[in-house]
């Protein structure tokens, strides 16, 4: 609210917003808790609607909306279900909002990153050496075999708020070194 009201009093407005939000913690079926399903939800699922929708009115006509996605929303990962549902209510989101906002010109897309080294990945692991171990089984099903970069996830992103990108909406750009594709 504060950021938006921001831009609204200098009479700026917005060509790109990135609804980066992401968060989730692994809970087997029997494990969910009505916590751990509304912490998710009210980041990832939440967090993603009410920031789009109270930047609308700052948009330009033209802009591009980039929502966070992840590989988890298709691949079904054992103890990840409440996180992978809430990523794919965020793929929802950007194929309505692409649609219901073609008459401005805004397009609005998924970025999907695959498993990237970022404190994220690392806080899903209750110790260093689970951590570690973590990165390492997930290197290891990455066909490109490593995890990736930031710097990787956000030229992707950049991509897609550049006019490069002026014939794309409604999609999803996997950046998961082929972790989904192949």
């Known amino acids: 609210d504060r950021l938006f009201q921001v831009v609204a009093d200098q ?3 917005i060509d790109v917003l990135f609804a980066n939000a ?15 399903f509304d912490d998710t939800f009210d980041t990832n ?12 009115p700052l948009l330009n006509d033209g802009a591009s909306v980039i929502l966070t ?9 054992e103890a990840f279900g409440v996180y992978a549902a809430s990523k794919a209510a965020v793929r929802s989101f950007a194929r309505t ?3 219901e906002l073609r ?8 970025l999907v990153p695959g498993p990237i ?3 994220g990945i690392t806080g899903l692991a209750p110790d260093e050496e689970a951590a570690k171990s973590l990165r390492a089984s997930l290197a290891q099903q990455v066909p490109l075999g490593r995890m990736g970069e930031p710097a990787e996830a956000a030229a992707a992103a950049l991509f897609l708020a550049s006019d ?5 909406t409604g999609t999803e750009l996997y950046v998961d070194g082929g972790l989904n594709q192949i």
């Open 97 to 99: 909002w692409a649609n």
């Open 69 to 77: 996605g992840s590989t988890a929303a298709t691949t079904g990962g």
């Open 103 to 110: 008459g401005r010109g805004i397009r609005v897309n998924t």
């Open 117 to 119: 080294k970022t404190p």
């Open 11 to 13: 009479g700026r407005r």
């Open 22 to 36: 992401g968060g989730g913690e692994f809970a087997t079926l029997e494990n969910v808790t009505p916590k751990h």
């Open 45 to 56: 699922v939440r967090g993603t609607l009410f920031t789009v929708q109270k930047a609308l």
């Open 164 to 168: 490069q990108s002026s014939f794309i």
